[in-house]
């Protein structure tokens, strides 16, 4: 009996050191997952964004959203969704840039947006263009079309239907406009995996994982400032990428997938030109720093400016981010335009159509710096 007292005994010690070592390997596991979590895109409890059957107490909890106010639905969303795309990055108050529960940014205040000087996160804000506001953004309110351009974007060819926030008519997730990326038409599925996948640095264009492209824009890379430049200042700012080159991982690419022809490669050289005097302004071309007629002009843009930021051939390794180098740092479409919707313009970062000349040049002379 004390022989098999022991043994059980050892039996039962050695049973809890493994139990013990399995507790410690899942606590482990988990703790390595909750590390790569807090990089990626959406944290918190799930129902904050899913809702499993649409019913509670007899109550629809998914929303309809209008652009104006929020409405319950008893008709489910895809992938159990409580809001679609818009729903989930808008708020009614202008003074919010960030959804408390969320976390996710704003991308459009019903109130014109308070939060900070330029009334908006980096990309803008789809108030200036949810009303009567035409040219001043990108339009994806089905119930207020365009008048002006309907589904045509300048420098394209018409789109089929209307511009979405992702999918086969929109930005964001597989459109289907890079070589090798196939088009989703649902604006849901065409985002899979992003809000849930790990969108820590580098974001290397990748067309598979829509997660590991900045701001989750299929092929793209670039570098995200941690809080969408709520704060607008040039020590803390997204790093975009650009190249000199035929590259289809650049900012400016993206907007070419729908602006060909404003757009150095891929609208082709004849129809932007190659050099001086350019036939349309260059995107996706160096900042010239040689010596010369319209090239000494530029040497004096050394200093970021949140008004007309450039591209990087590598944002991931920009040592100071303040600093722009004339001769490598590059001209993108978003050194003049916001990505969503401004108050100016053309979605224009400036008031360039100002009666006051000094404000209306005020974008163009942080790069053109002899004609200020």
């Not at 190659?274 to 200093?303: C, I, K, M, V």
Request: glycine share 10%; with cysteine.
């Amino acid at each position: 009996m004390g022989r098999t007292h022991k043994t059980m005994s050892k039996v039962i010690k050695t049973s809890s050191m493994e139990l013990c070592a399995l507790c410690f390997l899942v606590f482990a596991v988990c703790l390595m997952f909750s590390f790569v979590s807090s990089e990626a895109a959406v944290t918190g409890s799930c129902s904050n964004c899913h809702t499993m059957h649409n019913s509670q107490n007899g109550q629809p909890m998914a929303y309809d959203f209008d652009g104006t106010s929020f409405t319950k639905t008893a008709t489910p969303k895809g992938s159990l969704l409580i809001y679609d795309c818009l729903g989930c990055h808008s708020v009614i108050a202008g003074s919010t840039w960030q959804d408390s529960v969320t976390k996710a940014p704003i991308v459009f205040n019903t109130n014109e947006p308070t939060y900070n000087s330029v009334k908006g996160l980096a990309a803008g804000n789809y108030f200036y263009v949810s009303t009567i506001f035409d040219n001043t953004g990108h339009n994806i309110f089905s119930t207020n079309p365009d008048d002006t351009l309907g589904n045509i974007p300048p420098g394209g060819t018409t789109l089929s239907a209307q511009l979405r926030c992702s999918g086969t008519w929109g930005c964001h997730g597989h459109n289907g406009r890079q070589s090798g990326d196939t088009a989703v038409d649902d604006e849901t599925h065409a985002m899979k995996g992003a809000h849930h996948g790990d969108d820590s640095p580098p974001l290397e264009g990748d067309l598979t994982n829509v997660a590991h492209n900045y701001r989750f824009l299929l092929g793209i890379k670039g570098k995200e400032d941690s809080d969408w430049q709520q704060d607008n200042v040039n020590t803390s700012h997204n790093e975009y990428k650009g190249s000199s080159s035929s590259s289809s991982d650049t900012m400016s690419y993206l907007c070419a997938e729908c602006h060909g022809k404003f757009h150095t490669w891929v609208g082709g050289p004849s129809e932007v030109g190659t050099a001086s005097p350019w036939l349309r302004h260059p995107t996706d071309a160096t900042l010239q720093s040689s010596s010369g007629p319209g090239f000494g002009e530029y040497t004096n843009y050394t200093t970021y400016s949140m008004v007309a930021p450039v591209a990087r051939p590598g944002p991931d390794s920009v040592a100071d981010p303040t600093r722009v180098t004339p001769g490598t740092d590059i001209v993108m479409c978003l050194s003049c335009h916001r990505a969503h919707a401004s108050p100016h313009f053309k979605m224009m970062r400036w008031d360039y159509k100002s009666a006051t000349l000094s404000e209306a040049l005020s974008g163009c002379n942080v790069c053109h710096t002899s004609k200020n």
